[in-house]
């Protein structure tokens, strides 16, 4: 037995303006939504195995609207399985799985930001003998469906773990690929716990997050599970993470690497009394030297350039040597600008 779904591509929204009095003032203006489509969809799935007479009857639980601002939604579902034997109605089986969850999404800069979902349920198994002669499934979960558009590059790190038994996916796909084709995924697919990052080009895709608790017996039992998965996205050389440190207000680095130019800046501070207390200031990029100030180079607001490889990521750190002999640093980490 295999549970096939199909996932639905929404019709992009469409503006109508409407002719009005010139003596109406025109509506306010409303930035375009980032995500053109966000939905959560339930699912949910009972089906046997042999010789066995189906007594379900399964809801039809509708999707939920998601927005962008990052406000968690709710959602759930479940899957009344319920079965007999076929020729022997003493033999009943029930499989009841029930899932319930959260979801966020968020942009930046009129792009995406993060997508999640969180879940848990239970899987409840339940038979009038022993053992049935009914081997039956239930499955419940939850997906978030969008769809986006980028006009820069952009890193997007994809990252799926779950507890119990179950099953926990992100995939992202070009737009331009078959609505139903989701074998070409552009990124990664996760059945298990698991954590991938890609760089995404500009252009239009469709992606996914979900998650479901399942699970095939003929015997009572109780199952319990629990996951989470996530897509999210960083411009390419912004700051994985940011500058912090005691030599901060010595040193300034950078909120993001300039990819352009193939390097990042850091600047001495422009305060003259914290210039005279310097010693030393030590530069290094992913563990390596890359500059030393000292003496007539240490000056206020210098800008200090380092040259980084665009492939890689790097991590920067600068060492203050003070003139009281303590010492300083202040470190930051950035993406690559290319693959």
């Excluded at 939504?33 to 399964?58: F, H, K, M, N």
């Excluded at 895709?205 to 199952?223: I, K």
Aim: glycine share 10%; hydrophobic share 35%; aromatic share 6%.
């Amino acid at each position: 037995m295999t549970l096939t779904r199909t996932r639905f591509l929404g019709v992009s929204l469409a503006a109508v303006l409407a002719a009005g009095s010139l003596l109406v003032a025109p509506p306010a203006a409303h930035a375009a939504p980032v995500y053109t489509e966000l939905t959560i969809d339930p699912y949910q799935y009972a089906g046997s195995v042999g010789s066995c007479t189906d007594d379900s009857v399964l809801p039809n639980p509708a999707d939920v609207g998601l927005g962008e601002s990052g406000t968690p939604v709710a959602a759930a579902t479940s899957s009344p399985g319920a079965f007999h034997a076929t020729g022997d109605p003493s033999d009943t089986i029930t499989n009841t799985a029930v899932v319930q969850g959260t979801a966020t999404a968020t942009t930046a800069g009129g792009q995406p930001k993060s997508v999640s979902l969180s879940y848990t349920g239970n899987v409840k198994v339940a038979t009038s003998k022993p053992t049935s002669g009914c081997n039956v499934e239930a499955v419940a979960g939850l997906e978030v469906y969008f769809e986006f558009t980028l006009t820069t590059p952009m890193w997007a790190t994809v990252v799926a773990k779950h507890k119990g038994p179950g099953y926990v996916e992100a995939a992202i796909a070009r737009v331009t690929d078959p609505d139903t084709d989701w074998s070409g995924v552009y990124g990664s697919s996760m059945e298990d716990n698991g954590t991938s990052t890609l760089l995404l080009q500009p252009g239009s895709y469709r992606a996914y997050v979900e998650g479901d608790l399942r699970q095939r017996a003929n015997s009572t039992r109780t199952v319990t599970g629990s996951g989470t998965a996530s897509i999210t996205f960083a411009p390419v050389g912004s700051a994985s993470k940011a500058p912090s440190g005691k030599a901060s207000k010595y040193v300034a680095l950078p909120g993001t690497r300039a990819c352009a130019t193939h390097n990042a800046t850091a600047t001495l501070t422009t305060k003259k009394k914290r210039i005279k207390q310097i010693e030393k200031v030590t530069f290094s990029v992913n563990g390596k030297k890359a500059a030393t100030l000292k003496g007539k180079k240490l000056k206020k607001g210098k800008a200090v350039g380092l040259g980084l490889a665009d492939n890689a990521a790097a991590d920067i750190t600068a060492t203050v040597a003070l003139k009281n002999g303590k010492t300083r640093t202040v470190d930051a980490s950035y993406l690559a600008c290319t693959s």
